[in-house]
């Protein structure tokens, strides 16, 4: 009689892996649950976690205390963390232009961005101040900072002169309550010449020296990279799934399919560099943080080409 062997095939484990983001679940990140629902993560041998940010939630921390493994996180909020101390290093870079604007009253004397001097400017302080502290120092303009609620109605009511927006989120929403164009004068940093990297990929230096962590960075990367690629060829079912992961069930669609068109014209407009962060470019948002006094000293380590590098790798 024939005896039969079976060789049970025995699955690799996956590899765990938790990404902080840094706000929301919304179509800013339609990317990532892309990546997640499609299994792109998971035919790269990792088991993701995502956890939505809220306004309490602060992403660097939560990376420098080990919480998680990659955030998504601001350069110009990172250079500041690592000069009091912090070894925030971006491994990828997925915003290749900047969403950041101020939306001011027109009505409020704001025609021209001189016109910013003595009026009060709101801001969110997770790290957007940064940004508009550097375009107004090297514009010798002097303003009253003051936090802005999340429902944007200092704008709305008069109360205040200018807030921190998103092209892709506050701006749509002003338009949402009411607010007419015309009665909004929009400073974007893009257009200023002060754009600087907004959403990109971050560990910390004592992270990437752990055994394995290189190589799990890496699949993540490309694993990222497939998502946000798929969710410029399938907009539609990308914001279905963000709809469908997200955990409040309060997403508006009509507001998030808005917003995702405006996420995608932020992405590398070259298929092959989404999510490159070049020297060139980290230099510029660098010196623009010298010269306008929020960064003391030239900072050349915040960021690694390694992982990227190897990512494109396992694309080809």
């Known amino acids: 009689m024939q005896s039969l062997v079976w060789a049970e095939s025995v699955e690799k484990p996956l590899d765990p892996l938790v990404l902080q983001l840094r706000w929301i679940t919304q179509t800013q990140f339609a990317g990532y649950y892309v990546a997640l629902d499609k299994g792109m993560y998971r035919k790269n041998g990792l088991d993701v976690?995502?956890?939505?940010?809220?306004?309490n939630?602060?992403?660097?921390?939560?990376?420098?205390?080990?919480?998680?493994?990659?955030?998504?996180?601001?350069?110009?909020h990172a250079l500041v963390q690592?000069?009091?101390?912090?070894?925030?290093?971006n491994i990828a870079q997925i915003f290749d232009r900047s969403g950041f604007t101020i939306s001011c009253r027109k009505d409020h004397g704001i025609q021209n961005l001189e016109d910013l001097q003595g009026k009060r400017v709101g801001s969110w302080f997770v790290g957007d101040e940064e940004k508009v502290r550097a375009l107004l120092r090297k514009k010798n303009i002097k303003v009253e900072f003051y936090p802005q609620n999340f429902n944007l109605d200092e704008l709305v009511s008069g109360k205040g002169d200018c807030i921190s927006t998103m092209r892709y989120n506050e701006y749509l929403q002003l338009l949402d309550k009411g607010m007419q164009k015309e009665?909004?004068?929009?400073?974007?940093?893009?257009?200023?010449?002060?754009?600087?990297?907004?959403?990109?990929?971050?560990v910390t230096e004592q992270s990437l020296k752990q055994e394995g962590m290189e190589d799990r960075l890496v699949r993540?990367?490309?694993?990222?990279?497939?998502?946000?690629?798929?969710?410029?060829?399938h907009p539609e079912e990308a914001l279905?799934?963000?709809?469908?992961n997200d955990p409040t069930g309060a997403l508006d669609e009509h507001h998030q399919?808005?917003?995702?068109?405006v996420v995608m014209t932020l992405l590398h407009s070259k298929r092959e560099q989404l999510g490159q962060l070049t020297q060139s470019q980290y230099h510029k948002t660098v010196d623009q943080l010298l010269e306008g006094g929020v960064l003391q000293y030239q900072d050349s380590g915040g960021y690694s080409e390694k992982i990227w590098n190897k990512?494109?790798?396992l694309l080809h």
């Not at 976690?49 to 306004?55: D, E, F, Q, R, T």
């Not at 257009?191 to 990109?200: I, N, P, T, V, Y």
């Not at 993540?220 to 060829?233: D, K, M, N, P, S």
């Open 49 to 55: 976690i995502i956890l939505p940010g809220g306004p």
């Open 57 to 76: 939630l602060k992403p660097a921390q939560s990376l420098r205390e080990g919480l998680v493994d990659v955030s998504i996180e601001w350069l110009p």
């Open 82 to 89: 690592r000069e009091k101390g912090s070894d925030l290093v």
């Open 183 to 202: 009665e909004i004068i929009t400073f974007d940093f893009d257009a200023l010449g002060m754009a600087m990297q907004e959403d990109g990929l971050y």
């Open 220 to 233: 993540f990367v490309a694993a990222t990279i497939q998502g946000w690629r798929y969710t410029l060829e």
């Open 240 to 244: 279905e799934i963000v709809l469908d």
């Open 257 to 261: 399919r808005k917003m995702l068109k």
């Open 311 to 313: 990512a494109q790798l």
